[in-house]
């Protein structure tokens, strides 16, 4: 069955809070996420540029757990236009993730690009994936020139994405990010200052001249 986000997300207490807050009208009959069970090319950019995302498992107590997950920018893989997975490396040794998903495998995930101000949410039934299990998933996930120890794979099949409007994100930039950026204004300051050498041997040409 293909799932549009509202879908699962609406359950029936859900529907009773939009009707208490009068908005159940906005999305009883929405339409506008009824493709949202494959990605297109623009989630596939999207996706390949993030080093890092949140992942929700369910407990067998019904707690939810959050957490968080990085790596490489782009090592969380598209497989194909349903399919998501990436490396999962050795941690703290909870196993809180991996017990929560042995036991229910539906997950939600949120994507975040803090500079321009974007946000992708995913809702995926996951599996793990031994490293022997698929030899060419294993090669996509490894990253060689990442140190960390990798354990298991994560496959995600997707259920349905939603993006979520800019509002409230505080624009915050990388590193890398800020480097590029700063990179015209290191430039200019390098070509001021060689400027500023040559002007000064110029003027102490001339008072060396004169005196
Ligand atoms: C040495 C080490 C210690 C860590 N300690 C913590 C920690 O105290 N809390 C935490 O949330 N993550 C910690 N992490 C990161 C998690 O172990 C890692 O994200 C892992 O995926 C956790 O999965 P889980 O929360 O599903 O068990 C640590 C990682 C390493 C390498």
Redesign the pocket.
């Known amino acids: 069955m293909s799932y549009g986000f509202l879908d699962i997300a609406v359950t029936p207490s859900v529907e009773a809070a939009q009707a208490s807050m009068d908005s159940d009208h906005l999305w009883k009959d929405f339409k506008g996420h009824r493709k949202s069970d494959r990605f297109s090319e623009n989630e596939a950019a999207f996706i390949a540029e993030r080093d890092s995302f949140y992942m929700a498992?369910v407990s067998e107590t019904g707690w939810p757990?959050v957490?968080?997950?990085?790596g490489p920018a782009g090592f969380l893989k598209m497989v194909d236009d349903r399919t998501l997975a990436f490396a999962?490396?050795?941690?703290?040794?909870?196993?809180?993730?991996?017990?929560?998903l042995a036991a229910d495998s539906r997950v939600s995930l949120i994507l975040m690009d803090y500079s321009r101000r974007a946000r992708l949410k995913i809702y995926a039934h996951a599996e793990m994936v031994p490293l022997d299990a698929d030899p060419a998933l294993t090669a996509l996930v490894t990253a060689p020139e990442y140190r960390?120890k990798l354990e298991r794979i994560f496959r995600l099949r997707l259920d349905a994405f939603d993006w979520n409007c800019p509002q409230h994100i505080t624009p915050r930039f990388t590193e890398r990010e800020i480097a590029a950026a700063v990179q015209p204004l290191r430039d200019h300051a390098a070509k001021l200052e060689a400027e500023n050498a040559e002007l000064r041997a110029r003027l102490a040409a001339m008072e060396s001249h004169s005196a």
Not at 91 to 100: A, E, K, T, V
């Open positions: 498992s757990y957490q968080h997950r990085g999962d490396y050795r941690g703290n040794r909870q196993y809180i993730s991996l017990g929560n960390a």
